[in-house]
């Protein structure tokens, strides 16, 4: 079965500082994978996504994300935070049911605080 | 253009009694789904619809749960009988066609359940 499991519920980090959201995916076969973010009261946003094409995945605001199969991880890193960048992140796994459409998986959630 | 928009933004109702959730996606879009999100939590997948019709349903919690979508555009999420249980953030997400990886989510409707 399709999962996604973030290591980490809350990180915290300086501003300017990198960062590291962790998270590890369980799949029969080669996922697409996607992180979203959530800000304070507004929708969920796409950062970026892997299907299959180049590992390393670059998405908006600086963002980016390393598929690694041996690994079964999908971290989102960052060079430098912003206070900007603090909000909810979720790692999403797609399952594709017969049928052809996409179901997806959500981790729990990695809230990211961004201190000056 | 016009994102997934969903309505009413907040919610707040008496145990027991039921409630409509609206969904507007982006036209054009064949494919939409609901999620739910507890407080805390990430999404748990409820529906999928594909045009009209609901080809899996799998998610939804109890059969207090039903959806349906008209005319390949607005659906509506309904809980009859309310429960505590049912407090979450519920959204909606459309995609171009079902085969689309990329899903566009509505900003949700907070749902009280007193």
């Known amino acids: 079965a399709q999962s996604v499991t973030q290591l980490d519920s809350h990180v915290s980090v300086s501003e300017g500082t990198p960062v590291l959201l962790r998270c590890n995916y369980s799949?029969?076969?080669?996922?697409?994978l996607f992180w979203y973010v959530q800000h304070p009261n507004k929708g969920l946003q796409l950062l970026l996504k892997?299907?299959?094409?180049?590992?390393l995945v670059k998405g908006i605001n600086g963002f980016e994300a390393e598929f690694k199969k041996s690994e079964t991880s999908f971290h989102l890193t960052k060079p430098s935070a912003h206070m900007s960048d603090a909000a909810e992140y979720f790692c999403v796994v797609s399952l594709s049911p017969s049928g052809g459409y996409n179901k997806l998986i959500f981790g729990a959630g990695t809230r990211l605080a961004v201190h000056p | 253009g016009a994102g997934v928009s969903q309505s009413p933004s907040n919610k707040v109702t008496e145990k027991g009694k039921d409630v409509e959730l609206r969904c507007d996606p982006i036209s054009g879009h064949t494919a939409l789904y609901w999620y739910r999100q507890r407080l805390g939590q990430g999404l748990e997948f409820l529906i999928y619809f594909q045009g009209n019709s609901a080809p899996d349903k799998s998610g939804l919690p109890s059969d207090r749960f039903s959806a349906e979508r008209t005319g390949e555009s607005v659906s509506t999420l309904t809980i009859q009988r309310t429960q505590q249980e049912d407090s979450a953030v519920y959204l909606c997400a459309s995609a171009a066609t079902s085969g689309t990886v990329e899903q566009y989510f509505g900003p949700g409707t907070r749902l009280t359940v007193t």
């Open positions: 799949s029969s076969y080669s996922p697409s």
């Open positions: 892997y299907t299959s094409a180049a590992t």
